[in-house]
């Protein structure tokens, strides 16, 4: 077995966490399965799934949508075994390796991460013994090559990767509104990885959409460059024109989606200096923003005792700028019916343990309450 990554020309991976759904909630695989030919045929080898995405349905598309309608050499295929979301002892979280085997019918995984190190769970990767599992896997041939996900600061990825000098990749978030931002730092983490030589793969390009339909100040400033270009293609250029990046992954919903990040990383050219001081005002237009940077990701969400909607609360404080206060509390009034409100929470801090982006969820869920529920 090669120690050498695939080459990756296109350096585009087709992320599979936000896959488009029918209006029963299921994953449309026939619109995903046209997607990936579109992917396919251009170039694009690398698809990333995760044991956790979906509860599992997003696995079971990529066999639908890939594995069972191209041979195996014609994609590669990273998933993720996570030990705190699905799991609760070292036998389940172990199990999910062999679940997302049968689940995407790969036969063995060209990349695999132990998912979304934080320092509220990380210990339990060293717990159930999953560093030496990873290993074991990839001597037997299912794996090969093995990393991980990281979502904390820059001194627990320093441990992480002095205690596992043998990880292959870390897979980091990485795009121009968290470059500098210190709850995330995309800039140390990525430095902290080139200097312990470990590719990096870019998750989050363009922030779970937000910089794809960014705030009116940040479409402004693209807006007066006069290109006619996605507001998606700035943020991917800058995530792909970083070095000792091996793939920028991005969670594409729509063939619109997928022909626009094409039409990007088909023809790739690195931002020129004219363009990065776009970007640099775009940063600072982000940085005068007082919007909550939440991606949707809904890890807070799924396991609030109080069933609040926590994503889509802080959606509509982001949005209700320029609109008429009515509004606003209308489409509040829509994604709480049913469910908890901001004003429900119990503080209980599970929201901030899980939180990939470490948002102050408790104190941001106050603010939206006295905001949304006058």
């Not at 029918?22 to 046209?34: A, F, K, R, T, Y």
């Not at 995330?184 to 080139?194: D, L, P």
């Not at 799924?302 to 700028?321: A, D, L, Q, T, Y």
Request: some cysteine; aromatic content about 10%; proline content about 5%.
């Amino acid at each position: 077995m090669s120690d050498t990554f695939r080459e990756n020309p296109l350096r585009l991976a087709f992320g599979l966490m936000r896959l488009p759904k029918l209006p029963d909630g299921s994953i449309d695989v026939p619109q995903v399965s046209e997607m990936a030919d579109r992917f396919i045929a251009a170039g694009g080898t690398y698809f990333d799934t995760a044991f956790v995405y979906d509860g599992g349905d997003s696995e079971q598309a990529f066999k639908a949508a890939v594995a069972d309608r191209y041979p195996r050499d014609a994609y590669t295929l990273a998933t993720k075994l996570h030990a705190a979301m699905g799991a609760t002892d070292e036998r389940s979280a172990k199990q999910e390796f062999q679940t997302s085997l049968e689940r995407t019918g790969a036969g063995f995984f060209d990349y695999y991460l132990l998912h979304a190190m934080q320092r509220a769970f990380y210990k339990k990767y060293d717990e159930y013994g999953l560093w030496d599992f990873v290993k074991e896997q990839k001597a037997k041939g299912l794996i090969r090559h093995w990393g991980f996900s990281f979502h904390a600061d820059p001194d627990l990825l320093e441990e992480l990767l002095d205690a596992h000098p043998d990880a292959e990749f870390v897979q980091l978030q990485i795009n121009y509104a968290d470059w500098d931002n210190p709850g995330v730092a995309s800039r140390r983490n990525w430095e902290i990885c080139k200097a312990h030589h470990k590719p990096v793969m870019i998750m989050e390009p363009v922030k779970g959409g937000i910089l794809a339909d960014p705030i009116p100040e940040v479409r402004a400033v693209f807006d007066a460059s006069g290109a006619d270009v996605s507001y998606a293609s700035w943020a991917l250029r800058f995530a792909a024109g970083l070095d000792n990046v091996h793939a920028v992954l991005s969670g594409m919903s729509s063939l619109a989606q997928m022909e626009d990040n094409l039409k990007t990383m088909k023809s790739f050219r690195p931002l020129d200096e004219a363009e990065m001081q776009l970007i640099h005002k775009a940063q600072q237009a982000l940085d005068a923003d007082k919007s909550i940077p939440c991606t949707s990701c809904h890890y807070c969400a799924k396991g609030c005792p109080m069933e609040i909607p926590i994503p889509e609360i802080f959606n509509v404080i982001n949005r209700r700028k320029g609109s008429p206060e009515f509004r606003t509390i209308r489409e509040y009034t829509i994604v709480t019916t049913g469910r908890g409100t901001a004003g429900s929470c119990i503080s209980c801090g599970q929201c901030e343990g899980v939180c990939p982006q470490g948002l102050p969820v408790i104190s941001l869920l106050q603010q939206c309450k006295a905001e949304l529920e006058k």
